[in-house]
Structures are given as structure tokens and as C-alpha cells.
């Protein structure tokens, strides 16, 4: 079955680094990664960034300036470049793609960033 699988969540402390790295199993490029989303507990999955085919990037306000999405088009891959971290960060971020052949969107399990000290 093909999913996009999210990779480099983690621990992090206040004003860390960390990527991560959303790409399709099986490397099949039926779907295509648009961008990135996170959700705490309660609330609805809310958009971080996302970027176009010609790495036109979008971004929420709550991460302009720290955080950077990126796309590899001939790997079919996207990341999430997060940098001076914030507490108010920690989340389980997912990616987000779309197989325009079935009109269906996909979405990764999630990768948990917690950030704290």
C-alpha cells in the first residue's frame, strides 16, 4: 500500500534544530507531498508550510523566519527545516500529499516534535 512516511521527529530544547523528511513508500511517485500540518491535543490540524511544485513556499505566521520547506522533485521528497524552536512548537507534525490520478489526499502517520528543556 502506498502512504508517505514521515522521519526525524524527536526531543528537542528551546531554540534547537531538527528536520524532517516526508517521502512516499515504495518510491512509486504516485503521490505528490504539498506540505506540512501539526496538531496538539484539542485542537484542529492547522498548516505549517506549503510549497508548489516550483518551491513556491507558504507559511503559517506562527513559523515565518524560523522554520524552511523544501522539495527534492526528482526524489519525490519534502522537508521541514525547524529552527530556534519553541515550546509552543511541540506537536505531531504530518505530511500532507495528493495523488492527482485518484483525486484522493494522503496523510502520514505523524512524527512527534517535543520541544522542552
Known amino acids: 500500500q502506498v502512504q508517505?512516511?514521515?522521519s526525524g521527529g524527536g526531543?528537542?530544547?528551546p531554540g534547537g534544530s531538527v528536520r524532517l523528511s516526508c517521502a512516499e513508500s515504495g518510491s512509486l511517485f504516485s503521490?505528490?507531498?504539498?506540505?506540512?500540518?501539526r496538531q496538539t491535543p484539542g485542537k484542529q490540524r492547522e498548516l505549517v508550510a506549503d510549497i508548489t511544485s516550483g518551491s513556491r513556499?507558504?507559511?503559517a505566521d506562527s513559523v515565518k523566519g524560523r522554520?524552511?520547506?523544501s522539495r527534492d522533485n526528482a526524489a519525490n521528497?519534502?522537508?521541514?527545516?525547524?529552527n530556534s524552536l519553541?515550546?509552543?512548537d511541540t506537536a505531531v507534525y504530518y505530511c500532507h500529499g495528493w495523488n492527482a490520478a485518484v483525486n484522493m489526499d494522503y496523510w502520514g502517520k505523524g512524527t512527534l516534535v517535543?520541544?522542552?528543556s
Do not use: C, D, H, R
Open 67 to 69: 522554520f524552511i520547506i
Open 4 to 6: 508517505l512516511v514521515e
Open 31 to 37: 503521490i505528490y507531498p504539498t506540505g506540512w500540518y
Open 86 to 88: 519553541k515550546s509552543e
Open 114 to 116: 517535543a520541544v522542552a
Open 57 to 59: 513556499a507558504n507559511y
Open 11 to 13: 526531543l528537542v530544547q
Open 77 to 82: 521528497t519534502l522537508s521541514l527545516q525547524m
